[in-house]
Nanobody, 121 residues
Framework: VQLQASGGGLVQAGGSLRLSCAASGRTAGSDVMGWFRQAPGREREFVAALRLSREWTLYGDSMKGRFAISGDNAKKTIYLQMNTLKPDDTAAYYC???????????????WGQGTQVTVSS
């Protein structure tokens, strides 16, 4: 499974961004796609995940409310709508795929490259 993330960039505090991640290859069995983020000097943390076939969602602590995950099962693509962004949201955002709907990194078998989100104050 190959994952291609896009949509990162530079935005002012209070602004919005929408990230996308498209899966290709042998995606059967990797029905869950999710987002993690890692800021410099900090551990990677779970943002949100989605089981594409069921539209079941899971959010990390404090993520729900400003962030919303959605997806298109036919396109094997997920989206992360991020609103009211704060400087603390600055991080590399990674897309990952799994057969389990989980907040744990170890559950994810496939990872894409990070897309950088920078929020200026």
């Amino acid at each position: 499974v190959q994952l291609q993330a896009s949509g990162g960039g530079l935005v002012q505090a209070g602004g919005s961004l929408r990230l996308s991640c498209a899966a290709s290859g042998r995606t059967a069995g990797s029905d869950v796609m999710g987002w993690f983020r890692q800021a410099p000097g900090r551990e990677r943390e779970f943002v949100a995940a989605l089981r594409l076939s069921r539209e079941w969602t899971l959010y990390g602590d404090s993520m729900k409310g400003r962030f919303a995950i959605s997806g298109d099962n036919a396109k094997k693509t997920i989206y992360l709508q991020m609103n009211t962004l704060k400087p603390d949201d600055t991080a590399a955002y990674y897309c990952a795929a799994s057969g389990l709907l989980s907040a744990f990194q170890s559950a994810y078998d496939y990872w894409g490259q990070g897309t950088q989100v920078t929020v200026s104050s």
